[in-house]
């Protein structure tokens, strides 16, 4: 499904003139009609599913309990 940048600013939640900026630098693919500049949403799926994983991991990584560190001795 293609959408505008206008479409794509909204559900990216970002500003339109940053949407615009990422097309013309060629960040995020889009084609040109001869009227406005089309993106295909489905390029975004990935970077999704991706920002997704990479917070589970961090949120694994930071539940983690600390070990106890086996050199420790007790000074009392």
């Known amino acids: 499904m293609y ?8 559900y990216l939640s970002m ?3 940053k ?3 990422l097309v013309l630098q060629g960040r995020i693919r889009a ?4 009227e406005q500049y089309l993106i295909n949403q489905n390029q975004f799926t990935t970077h999704f599913e ?3 994983k990479y917070r ?4 694994e990584y930071l ?8 050199d420790v001795k007790d000074e009392d």
Request: proline content about 9%; charged content about 20%.
């Open 19 to 21: 949407v615009s900026a």
């Open 15 to 17: 500003p339109v003139t």
């Open 31 to 34: 084609i040109h009609d001869g």
């Open 63 to 70: 539940n983690e309990p600390i070990p106890e560190d086996i």
């Open 56 to 59: 589970m991991m961090i949120l």
């Open 50 to 52: 991706q920002v997704e």
């Open 3 to 10: 959408l505008t940048v206008q479409e794509t600013a909204d």
